[in-house]
């Protein structure tokens, strides 16, 4: 989290400590989200290297300043329809290494999906996140660091499908171990938020991959990866079935 003497968050993508704030362009047609996303991170030691209220601008800004992380709102002028996550997988296509935190209003599967399979430094977030203040710094600087941040809605938007569910091979609290996995949160972070050890949670998440047949991975990004994926899967089959 934030290095109180420092000012700065988080740690760079080796894991050493930031010595220089992380560069950050915002980009919402909402004119006082976008300023207080600004306040917002300039108090928790972010640098704002610019404010955009479409994608046009945004892709000329990060041309112009190369931010090290991009926050955009999937709906923006012209057509507010998907005018911020076409401008995120161009960014992703032309800048791999700019982290990327697409906000939305509401739950879009199909969109998130594609998103989230583009790579590594990639998020998709609700607004309403926002208010989290420490949550939200976290995702960001997750995100810097090489993650990927999935918001909890989307998951459980997947995960409550009934009919057909994969899933149901899982506990209880292999699903909640589950769905901490698709935000993107390490083994350590999960036993702090589950109240568990680290070694259950480590034997948690042995089953689970064993359970859905997932190859186990050295990161919690090709991790999240795996699960995206699997749950990408579930989406189609439901999708294919008439299941509503």
Known sequence: MMDPTKGKPGATETGSPRTTPLRVAVADD?????????????????????????????MALVRDKSPELVIVDIRMPPT????????????????????????????????????????????????????????????????????SVVDPALVNELVSRRRQDPLAVLSTREREVLALMAEGRSNVGIGRQLWVAEGTVEKHVRNILNKLNLPEADDDHRRVRAVIAFLSAREHTSELNGVP
């Not at 909402?30 to 601008?57: K, P």
């Not at 997988?89 to 209003?105: C, F, H, K, N």
Request: cysteine-free; overall charge negative; hydrophobic content about 45%.
């Open 80 to 147: 507010n329809t998907t005018e911020g996550l076409e401008a995120a997988r161009q960014i992703r296509a032309e800048w791999p290494d700019t982290g990327i935190l697409v906000l939305s209003a509401h739950v879009h599967v199909e969109h998130a999906m594609k998103l989230l399979a583009s790579g590594r430094k990639i998020g998709y977030l609700l607004k309403d996140r926002v208010i989290d203040v420490a949550d939200f710094v976290d995702s960001l600087e997750r995100i810097a660091r090489g993650g």
């Open 30 to 58: 909402d004119t006082l989200l976008r300023e207080g996303l600004a306040v917002l991170l300039e108090r928790s030691g972010f640098e704002i290297v610019g404010l955009v209220g479409n994608a046009a601008d945004l």
